[in-house]
């Protein structure tokens, strides 16, 4: 079965700086993909990011992109110019076929 | 935002009731997916429907059970309500394709 680690329960970031959210997972597969999901106090789950497994280049949307280092098993998160609208529970999620797999979360403080 | 919407926001039920929760999906996506998610926790897997069939099952008893409609939205039954079941339920919506699902606001169940 596949597992997705997030070892960071709780990370701050001062406002316009930069932070990195960690995620690791064990897979079997060789064809997968990897999401960043943020949910805000509301409890809407909000797709920030996805990647490919396929693709070797580390997707980007606008503040945010992913270090994928598939032999590794790691898809980290990097928010660049963190802004107070960013704090959230961050979750790393894999997927193959139907369903998402998540991880526990991170939860994201920034000071302003 | 996302296209995907769910009713109630909130409902409370006693133990023992049958509870049904409902989804509509996105415009022109063909898959619906439901997900358990208990307080501090990721959510949990606990089936996808596609083409008004059940297209995979997470670790959830056969209580809990689920329909797709021809306007691709979807229902989720809980018979037989135990405390454990209180969480907040969320419905994805996505293409069987793209592997991408994108969720609606939740509902929040609580069982006393």
């Given at each position: 079965a596949q597992t997705v680690t997030q070892s960071q329960p709780e990370m701050s970031v001062q406002e316009a700086e930069t932070v990195t959210l960690s995620c690791t997972y064990d897979t079997s597969e060789s064809d997968y993909y990897l999401f960043w999901y943020k949910q805000p106090p509301s409890r809407q789950m909000i797709l920030v990011i996805r990647q490919e497994a396929y693709k070797q280049q580390n997707a980007t949307e606008n503040r945010f992109s992913v270090n994928f280092q598939k032999a590794a098993k790691s898809f980290s998160l990097k928010i660049s110019d963190?802004?107070?609208?960013?704090a959230a529970m961050y979750f790393c999620a894999y997927n193959r076929g139907s369903r998402l797999t998540f991880g526990e979360g991170t939860q994201l403080t920034v000071n302003p | 935002e996302t296209g995907v919407t769910q009713s109630p926001t909130h409902l409370i039920k006693t133990r023992g009731q049958q509870v049904t929760l409902r989804c509509s999906s996105q415009s022109g996506h063909n898959t619906v997916s439901w997900y358990q998610q208990a307080l501090g926790q990721g959510p949990q897997f606990i089936f996808q429907y596609y083409r008004e069939e059940e297209n995979g099952r997470g670790n959830?008893?056969?209580?809990f059970s689920g329909l797709q409609f021809p306007n691709y939205s979807s229902e989720l039954n809980v018979n037989?309500?135990?405390?454990?079941?209180?969480a907040l339920y969320l419905c994805a919506s996505g293409d069987y394709e793209q592997e991408t699902q994108y969720f609606g606001p939740g509902t929040r169940l609580l069982v006393l």
């Amino acid at each position: 079965a596949q597992t997705v680690t997030q070892s960071q329960p709780e990370m701050s970031v001062q406002e316009a700086e930069t932070v990195t959210l960690s995620c690791t997972y064990d897979t079997s597969e060789s064809d997968y993909y990897l999401f960043w999901y943020k949910q805000p106090p509301s409890r809407q789950m909000i797709l920030v990011i996805r990647q490919e497994a396929y693709k070797q280049q580390n997707a980007t949307e606008n503040r945010f992109s992913v270090n994928f280092q598939k032999a590794a098993k790691s898809f980290s998160l990097k928010i660049s110019d963190s802004q107070l609208g960013d704090a959230a529970m961050y979750f790393c999620a894999y997927n193959r076929g139907s369903r998402l797999t998540f991880g526990e979360g991170t939860q994201l403080t920034v000071n302003p | 935002e996302t296209g995907v919407t769910q009713s109630p926001t909130h409902l409370i039920k006693t133990r023992g009731q049958q509870v049904t929760l409902r989804c509509s999906s996105q415009s022109g996506h063909n898959t619906v997916s439901w997900y358990q998610q208990a307080l501090g926790q990721g959510p949990q897997f606990i089936f996808q429907y596609y083409r008004e069939e059940e297209n995979g099952r997470g670790n959830f008893p056969p209580r809990f059970s689920g329909l797709q409609f021809p306007n691709y939205s979807s229902e989720l039954n809980v018979n037989a309500l135990e405390l454990d079941d209180s969480a907040l339920y969320l419905c994805a919506s996505g293409d069987y394709e793209q592997e991408t699902q994108y969720f609606g606001p939740g509902t929040r169940l609580l069982v006393l």
